[in-house]
């Protein structure tokens, strides 16, 4: 686990975008732990940014909606 202070997001994100997509994994991510019971290693939003800055969430824009 690194610090958050080190993580910086990949050239030509949106920041707002990507606080959207690290919350709702934390939610999917705090949802699953209560499920299993297994712990994380880390608190669930700083496991959430770090997984979303690494291109480890997939997520896709979806151009209907504009």
Known sequence: MTKLAALIPPPGTNKYELSIV???E??????W???S??????????????RTIHGEVPYYYDESLT
């Open 37 to 50: 019971g297994d712990p994380l290693p880390a608190k669930v939003t700083a496991s959430a940014l770090e």
């Open 26 to 31: 934390a939610r999917r991510l705090n949802d």
């Open 22 to 24: 690290a919350a709702r």
């Open 33 to 35: 732990t209560r499920r």
